[in-house]
C-alpha cells in the first residue's frame, strides 16, 4: 500500500512558477514509476509529467514540454513538478500517482495509487 500526499499548489500569476511536492508512504517508493497528472473542470485527466523508478526516463505532455520539469528523491520519497511560464491554461487540480510498474507510463490506467489533488490556478 502506498499513500501519497500533494503540497505546494496555489495561486500564481501568469508567467510565474510553482513547484508541487508529492511525499509517499511505505518503502518501496523507489521502485515505482510516479506520474503527475490534471483535471481542469469539464475536462479529463490528463497526464503532465511521469518519471521511472530511477529517474533516469522520463516523458512530459506536448503542452508542458520546455516549461515543467519532474524530478524525484527517493531516499525522501518525494516526488517533484517544477512548473515555471505557467499559463491560465495550467488551471487545474494535479494529482500524483505511482505505477508499480516501475517505468514512467503514461495512461492513467497503468496507475495503482493516486493523492487527492492539489489545486493550481493561474491569473492572466
Known amino acids: 500500500q502506498v499513500q501519497l500526499v500533494e503540497s505546494g499548489g496555489g495561486l500564481a500569476q501568469a508567467g510565474g512558477s510553482l513547484r508541487l511536492s508529492c511525499v509517499a508512504s511505505?518503502?518501496?517508493?523507489?521502485?515505482?514509476?510516479m506520474g503527475w497528472f490534471r483535471q481542469a473542470p469539464g475536462k479529463e485527466r490528463e497526464l503532465v509529467a511521469a518519471?521511472?523508478?530511477?529517474?533516469?526516463?522520463?516523458d512530459y505532455t506536448d503542452s508542458v514540454k520546455g516549461r515543467f520539469t519532474i524530478s524525484r528523491d527517493n531516499a525522501k520519497n518525494t516526488v517533484y513538478l517544477q512548473m515555471n511560464s505557467l499559463k491560465p491554461e495550467d488551471t487545474a487540480v494535479y494529482y500524483c500517482a505511482a505505477s508499480s510498474r516501475g517505468g514512467a507510463p503514461v495512461t492513467a490506467n497503468f496507475y495503482n495509487y493516486w493523492g487527492q489533488g492539489t489545486q493550481v490556478t493561474v491569473s492572466s
Open positions: 518519471i521511472s523508478w530511477s529517474g533516469r526516463i522520463s
Open positions: 511505505g518503502r518501496t517508493f523507489s521502485s515505482y514509476g
